[in-house]
Each structure stands twice: as structure tokens, then as C-alpha cells.
């Protein structure tokens, strides 16, 4: 199965760059990822970014335990890209990090872990950005199962219409309930 990973990859490539193992053509740039992927607050939309960032680059990882090397025999690409991946995911989790207070640490704390081990959401990034052939692979290589149905609410790339709708009357709620909580002036 690994030799169809790596095959597969190497025919499907139609990228300039040639990335070695060529499977890495089609992972995702930042760029690509910071402008595809958001949610339905800034906060949340940083927390799906740290949480594919981290992924991809564990993914990298899994990858190489897969065809038996270690870190210390990746290619120069899976270097590079792996630490690239790494630094993107602190960079973002740096934006809200230390800087929350009051009821948005707990939200905080909750978004930037969930994505973090988000599965739907790391198989809506191969949806989007790897060919099918490569996203059948990459399960088999890792011996996962690959989904078969759409992500649960909130695992998805971009919020959907419900989902603002909801964040917007949470957001209300919130507001307005701690209006009530506060004493009055005399």
C-alpha cells in the first residue's frame, strides 16, 4: 500500500514544484490554508488553523513511522515542511494565547484542543487538497478508516449559514445575560 501512496502521488503531481516524497505536492501552503479555512469568529478561525496546522505536520510524522524512518531520515521537503507546519501553528495559537480572559479562556481552551485531534476536519483538508486516490492512501497507510459520511457541525472549513446564525444568537445571549448579572446603579 505504501508503494501505491507513493506512486499514486508521483503521477497525480502536477504542481512546478517537485517535492520529494511527492505525496508532499499536494499538502496544502499556509497561505492556502489561512485563506480557505475559517470559522465563525476570529477566535474560532484561528483555532481550525492551529489545529490543521498541527495536523498536517503530525501527519508528516505518521507518514514517514508508516514506510518504517524516523525524523532523523525525512527528506529535506518533509523537514522543511514539518517544521513550517509546526512554526505556522504557534504562530497562530500566539493571536489569542495568554491574551484571553474571563469566559473566552474556557472557549479558547476548548476550540484550539478540539481542532487539534479534529479527524473531520483534517479529512476536509484532504477532500479539498489531495486527490482521491492519494486521501485512500494516506487511510490505508495509516490503517484508519476513512469517513463516509460529511463532518459533524463545526468540523467543516468554513462555518455553515446555521452555524454564524447560531454563534450570532450565542453571542447575543451572552451579552445579554451578562447585562442582568451586573448590579444596578442607584
Not at 126 to 132: A, D, N, Q
Not at 154 to 162: E, I, K, M, Q, W
Amino acid at each position: 500500500m505504501l508503494a501505491v501512496l507513493m506512486g499514486l502521488s508521483a503521477a497525480s503531481a502536477n504542481t512546478v514544484q517537485s517535492r520529494q516524497p511527492a505525496y508532499l505536492n499536494q499538502f496544502p501552503s499556509m497561505e492556502q490554508i489561512k485563506s480557505d479555512v475559517r470559522g465563525v469568529d476570529a477566535m474560532e478561525t484561528a483555532a481550525k488553523q492551529a489545529g490543521i496546522f498541527w495536523q498536517l505536520h503530525q501527519l508528516i510524522y505518521n507518514l514517514a513511522y508508516a514506510q518504517r524512518r524516523t525524523d532523523r531520515q525525512f527528506s529535506p521537503d518533509e523537514q522543511r515542511m514539518s517544521t513550517d507546519y509546526r512554526n505556522a501553528y504557534y504562530v497562530t495559537l500566539q493571536t489569542f494565547e495568554g491574551k484571553v480572559g474571563g469566559a473566552d479562556r474556557p472557549r479558547w481552551f476548548e476550540l484550539h484542543t478540539k481542532y487539534e485531534l479534529d479527524t473531520w476536519l483534517l479529512d476536509e483538508v484532504f477532500k479539498k487538497y489531495f486527490t482521491p486516490d492519494l486521501r485512500r492512501s494516506v487511510y490505508a497507510a495509516l490503517k484508519g478508516q476513512m469517513p463516509t459520511t460529511n463532518a459533524p457541525r463545526g468540523s467543516t472549513l468554513t462555518p455553515s449559514a446555521a452555524e454564524r446564525q447560531r454563534y450570532r444568537r450565542w453571542k447575543w445571549l451572552t451579552n445579554t445575560s451578562s447585562a442582568f448579572s451586573r448590579p444596578l446603579k442607584s
